[in-house]
T-cell receptor
Framework: GAVVSQHPSWVICKSGTSVKIECRSL??????MFWYRQFPKQSLMLMAT?????????EQGVEKDKFLINHASLTLSTLTVTSAHPEDSSFYIC?????????????FGSGTQLSVL | QQQVKQSPQSLIVQKGGISIINCAYE??????FPWYQQFPGKGPALLIA?????SEKKEGRFTISFNKSAKQFSLHIMDSQPGDSATYFC??????????????FGTGTRLLVSP
């Protein structure tokens, strides 16, 4: 099946620094990628939808200036957490659609555990 | 209306038993209902999915039952195995005007299958 690679798998950073998370579709082109956030023992919450070549669409309550999303190519989307604070510590997961839309062909990365000290 | 309610929050089943997880939704615009399995520290993986024109779908030990009138659907895991111990999320999807389909996840069920 299709593979979505997410890097790094975990990162620890100091408060106030920025962290970049990469999401790559390895064997398919993804015009749309999604970014989720998951707190311990909780569900996945959609943060934003990333479209190649255009601005991301953010969900209500998600700060676009804090969570910068760039979808520069059909195989790469990045999420940058700017000026990270301890409350940003969470598990971040990306997903990519192999069919350009159908959720049946939606594949998830392995996630990135962010810990902000 | 965008929520998908999932129960139970946690479940312990003996090896060989049947695990049953239930979900309910309100928005009749949802047209696709997948179940995802997630192991600790990993992203979710699609397990099985159903569309509302079908009342049941079976794939191996996993079965989805769908009740459109009640707006409920459930996952049954037959002959549960310790390797099935994971967190299970139901989800619902609907098409949006940009063309892609947006997933709404349930709150998750932590399943533990005891040996």
């Amino acid at each position: 099946g299709a593979v979505v690679s997410q890097h790094p798998s975990w990162v620890i950073c100091k408060s106030g620094t920025s962290v970049k998370i990469e999401c790559r579709s390895l064997d398919f082109q993804a015009t749309t990628m999604f970014w989720y956030r998951q707190f311990p023992k909780q569900s996945l919450m959609l943060m934003a939808t990333s479209n190649e070549g255009s601005k991301a669409t953010y969900e209500q309550g998600v700060e676009k200036d804090k969570f910068l999303i760039n979808h520069a190519s059909l195989t790469l989307s990045t999420l940058t957490v700017t000026s990270a604070h301890p409350e940003d510590s969470s598990f971040y997961i990306c997903s990519a659609s192999a069919g350009g839309g159908p959720v049946e062909k939606l594949f998830f990365g392995s996630g990135t555990q962010l810990s902000v000290l | 209306q965008q929520q998908v309610k999932q129960s139970p929050q946690s479940l312990i089943v003996q090896k060989g038993g049947i695990s049953i997880i239930n979900c309910a939704y309100e928005n009749t615009a949802f047209d696709y209902f997948p179940w995802y399995q997630q192991f600790p520290g990993k992203g979710p993986a699609l397990l099985i999915a159903i569309r509302p024109d079908v009342s049941e779908k079976k794939e191996g030990r996993f079965t989805i039952s769908f009740n459109k009138s009640a707006k409920q659907f459930s996952l049954h895991i037959m002959d549960s195995q310790p390797g099935d111990s994971a967190t299970y999320f139901c989800a619902a999807s609907m098409s949006v005007n940009t063309g892609f389909q947006k997933l709404v996840f349930g709150t998750g069920t932590r399943l533990l299958v005891s040996p």
